[in-house]
């Protein structure tokens, strides 16, 4: 019924950008808030950055000055630019939404399948 499908991960060195995309589908009504997260090998999934319905972002310290958050609202897509890649942000990358769909009157959590980002030394 809804599908959150992210693209543009992929393998970079380090110093490189990468721009992932989450594209939102399905009977949505409205959104809520989408953002990225990150899950690297052995390590619990952590918040990258976020934005909300206001257009409010916010980011993790570890990427700040370095990633973008985006969104598209006439097309429920979400973006993240990557700049300044470091090896650290070796992960993979899901995209969450917080969505009002037509018919409900509370907002449901989606993640995406996630997509993987690799930053070579």
């Known amino acids: 019924q809804v599908q959150l499908v992210e693209s543009g991960g992929g393998l970079v060195q380090a110093g490189g950008s990468l721009r992932l995309s989450c594209a939102a589908s399905g009977s949505i009504r409205s959104i809520k808030y989408m953002g990225w997260y990150r899950q690297a090998p052995g390590k619990q999934r952590e918040l990258v950055a976020t934005t909300t319905s206001g257009e409010a972002t916010n980011y993790a310290d570890s990427v700040k000055g370095r990633f973008t958050i985006s969104r598209d609202n006439a097309k429920n897509t979400l973006y993240l630019q990557m700049n300044s890649l470091r090896p650290e942000d070796t992960a993979v990358y899901y995209c969450?939404?917080?969505?009002?769909?037509?018919?409900?009157?509370?907002?449901?959590?989606?993640w995406g399948q996630g997509t993987q980002v690799t930053v070579s030394s």
């Open positions: 969450k939404a917080g969505l009002y769909l037509w018919g409900r009157i509370y907002p449901t959590d989606y």
